[in-house]
């Protein structure tokens, strides 16, 4: 099970590492975020340190929400849904190959928002680095399990690009409260 669990990864993986669109996508719309945040917050420079882990958390859920909805999207507009679907493996292989990419995909922009948030808010959190780590470890696995899922159930529909935000913030605001 593993192996085709690690297949299905790796297929995700390369397919991005070659066209690069989701992860363009999420640390465009990350820095985005940081720079407007950046801004609005610049009045409240003392107290920034209490605001940051909620500013990290909404650039996270957004820019994973972007790339969420491009996880079944790219097989969805090549046919190739189909193909995954005929695959002769449980449906749970599918499931756990394309949580385990967007997880990826999703830490390797947090770690790249993460340090333009540092820079941008000027902070030191040095003493704090395991417990950040674990809390956006355990956060993404939470937000990419549920998303994942709905990806799957929005995908298939029209206007998947608004649908998957609708049905997914609902569901995460406790991982993301818990998280902040």
């Given at each position: 099970?593993?192996?085709?669990?690690?297949?299905?990864?790796?297929k995700?993986?390369?397919?991005?590492?070659?066209?690069?669109?989701s992860?363009?996508?999420?640390?465009?719309?990350?820095?985005?975020v940081?720079?407007?945040?950046?801004?609005?917050?610049?009045?409240?420079?003392?107290?920034?340190?209490?605001?940051?882990?909620?500013?990290?958390?909404v650039?996270?859920?957004?820019?994973?929400?972007?790339?969420?909805?491009?996880?079944?999207?790219?097989?969805?507009?090549?046919?190739?849904?189909?193909?995954?679907?005929m695959?002769?493996?449980?449906?749970?292989?599918?499931?756990?190959?394309k949580m385990?990419?967007?997880?990826?995909?999703m830490?390797?922009?947090?770690?790249?928002?993460?340090?333009?948030?540092?820079?941008?808010?000027?902070?030191?959190?040095?003493?704090?680095?395991?417990?950040?780590?674990?809390?956006?470890?355990?956060?993404?696995?939470?937000?990419?399990a549920?998303?994942?899922?709905?990806?799957?159930?929005?995908?298939?529909t029209?206007?998947?690009?608004?649908?998957?935000?609708?049905i997914?913030?609902?569901?995460?605001?406790?991982?993301?409260?818990?998280?902040v």
């Open positions: 099970m593993l192996g085709k669990v690690w297949t299905i990864f790796r995700d993986l390369l397919i991005e590492l070659r066209t690069k669109d992860l363009n996508a999420m640390l465009f719309f990350g820095v985005v940081l720079v407007v945040f950046n801004f609005a917050l610049e009045p409240v420079r003392d107290s920034i340190r209490a605001a940051v882990p909620g500013v990290l958390w650039a996270f859920a957004f820019s994973g929400t972007l790339g969420l909805n491009r996880i079944f999207a790219a097989e969805k507009e090549n046919g190739a849904i189909q193909g995954l679907l695959i002769p493996v449980d449906r749970g292989v599918v499931y756990l190959g385990a990419a967007a997880t990826v995909f830490l390797i922009s947090e770690v790249a928002i993460s340090v333009l948030a540092l820079i941008f808010f000027n902070l030191t959190v040095w003493s704090e680095i395991p417990y950040l780590v674990l809390v956006c470890l355990v956060g993404t696995v939470g937000f990419t549920v998303g994942t899922l709905l990806s799957a159930v929005a995908v298939n029209r206007m998947r690009e608004v649908l998957l935000p609708l997914l913030f609902p569901v995460v605001v406790p991982i993301l409260i818990n998280a």
